[in-house]
């Protein structure tokens, strides 16, 4: 499963980038504004400083409002993918962008016909949303894996991102089912990096070195 990181904080992105895990960014309205930043100026620094995708989200409600977003999104760098919502709107424009070669993400999928939609209208990724499914008391493992099954026996390649992740534990659950990516807040990929047997047995051979 490839890692992205699910960020607009620019810092977050240079630190994390250093580590090499990381292979793309996603990015939604609520994330840019946390940044106090402005949507392209945004976009137009991650995609440099990343080279793989990076997930630029649309706010119109019509679908040819979001095509026209997406397509002025889509020419700030070849990595730009264009985050649609999932709507009778957002499948119509994810149809015309795919049929224009331009990238998309389908974003709050919260089940797997929903995910299947999203796929048949030509998204190139699917964007379920661990957190806010778990947060209604349904399993969104159970939501993943169920995309997964439905994908591989139907042989769609688009590619399914786990979203709205919290914990570590979401990662580890969206890896065993088989989604093809998670994207994860900084504070959570931090947190998979440690582990207080990893710390002891540092502290040990650096004592152990000196005697
Ligand atoms: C990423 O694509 C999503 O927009 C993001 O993971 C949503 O996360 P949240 O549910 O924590 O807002």
Do not use: C, W
């Not at 591989?152 to 979401?170: F, G």
């Amino acid at each position: 499963m490839k890692l992205f990181i699910d960020t607009a904080n620019i810092e977050e992105i240079k630190k994390i980038n250093e580590l090499g895990i990381i292979s793309g960014v996603t990015t939604n309205p609520s994330l840019i504004s946390k940044e106090k930043a402005i949507l392209i100026d945004s976009i137009r620094e991650i995609s440099k400083l990343i080279e793989g995708p990076v997930s630029a989200e649309v706010t119109s409600d019509t679908a040819e409002g979001m095509v026209k977003e997406g397509k002025e999104l889509s020419k700030i760098n070849k990595n730009v993918v264009i985050k649609i919502p999932m709507s009778e709107e957002g499948l119509k424009a994810v149809k015309i962008l795919n049929s224009e070669s331009v990238k998309t993400n389908v974003t709050l999928v919260f089940s797997a016909m929903q995910a299947l939609l999203a796929a048949r209208a030509g998204a190139t990724f699917v964007s379920p949303f661990i957190g806010r499914i778990d947060d209604t008391g349904n399993d969104s493992i159970n939501v993943i894996s169920d995309i997964v099954e439905i994908f591989k026996k139907h042989n769609i390649s688009t590619e399914i991102i786990s979203a709205s992740i919290r914990s570590p534990k979401n990662v580890l659950d969206a890896a065993r089912v088989g989604s093809n990516i998670a994207t994860v807040p900084y504070k959570t990929l931090i947190q998979m990096i440690s582990h207080p047997l990893t710390h002891i047995g540092i502290e040990k051979f650096n004592k152990d070195n000196k005697k």
